[in-house]
């Protein structure tokens, strides 16, 4: 693939304090050796912001190493098939995450030593802190009566409570509205969970998965304290055809309702950011993404997943090359080692990140251009020491500057948590 270059980001001062002047980005790069810089038209260069004044790049994430979570069944439930919707709670310096996909229950985890192993019985194991309990205290399934399944899409420990989002696995019908909960930190208390309540206006679709705290540089050019979003979900017209972000105030959830959402970027179905059923390095209907990190000191919110880069291809997945391109409409083999069930196929997958500038996002906010015009200034991906492609869940330490994430590790076995500084 060949590089494409661009403008530089410039800075510019005034009188009162250091300002941010918006613009496009200076970059050349090949596909996966370093960033993939998306060509696009320049950004008006009429929004002063006084925030950092840097962007996260590929070669600034220092992989630290990893650990393993408890094996085996804690408190009626357990780590397989699970890992998602991970949060850090600065209380106990330790991680909130969901467990097994059918019971959709969280638990808190310890932080053990982070080690760099060859083996990942050289990794350490997280301790359980909080066993495995209903957040939402069985409320979850008021969300929407629509569907069967639901799950838990987002968590966020923020002012002394326990935030919740939830969605409908297979919202055929696009009826869901309400996703939020608000619980207690202490997963132990029963009926102390309130919702679900509804946020924005767009439908829960584009709202009901990740949580990400606002760096205090931001809040006021965003609108909000956090983050909170979704992507990629089953019945795709429902949702965003790409990452979304719109700031709220959680502790308005319940007075306010539906609680305002300021769009900062999403993509419809008449602006998706790739060809939905089209080979893409930017997003198609292979790709998955697990959450977000706003890293503090710099512009740059980090959406985190798996892309399929290869050809796309709808039916299931095959290893018989034989079978490739046969069958009826519409169940067509698939040729996927990695994925065998039936769905939208692009192998070889890869952990993938999503980089976007802070500075276009509140140029959304401020109303100058629209939340599906803005494109990622990077992607890259990631290059993991185990496990599979899958990245589960993202959460971010702001004492630290460490962003954790989790990883599939194999079929049904615990997950990991890989754990990244910045330079």
Known sequence: MSPVCGPPHQSVTSPRAPTLLASALLACASLFASPQIVPRAPTKPVLLVTAPDRLVQPGDLMYQGAFRLPQGPIGGSSFDYGGTAL????AHQSLFLVGHDWQQQVAEVSIPAIRIGTVVSDLATATVLQPFADPTDGLRGQVDTSGPTIKIGGLLPYAGRLFVTAYVYYDGNGSQRRSHFISGLDLSLPADARGPYQVGSLGAGFVSGWLVQIPAAWQAALGGPVLNGQCCLSIISRTSYGPSAFAINPEQLGVVDPLPAIPLLYY?????????????TLFNGSTVMAGAVFPVGTRSLLFVGKQGTGAICYGPGTTDV???GTGPPGDTFCFDPAIP???????????YVWA?????????????????????????????PFGSTRILGAAYDPMTGRIFLSQEYGDGENPLVHVYTLK
């Open 87 to 90: 949060a850090f709670n600065a």
């Open 268 to 280: 419809p179905s008449t602006h998706p950011l790739g060809p939905y059923d089209g080979q893409s």
């Open 322 to 324: 034989g079978l490739v």
């Open 341 to 351: 069930g039936k769905g939208y196929h692009a192998y070889p997958y890869r952990s």
């Open 356 to 384: 976007y500038d802070a500075l276009e996002l509140a140029a959304v906010k401020s109303g100058q251009r629209p939340p599906w015009d803005v494109q990622p200034y990077a992607v890259w991906s990631l290059s993991l």
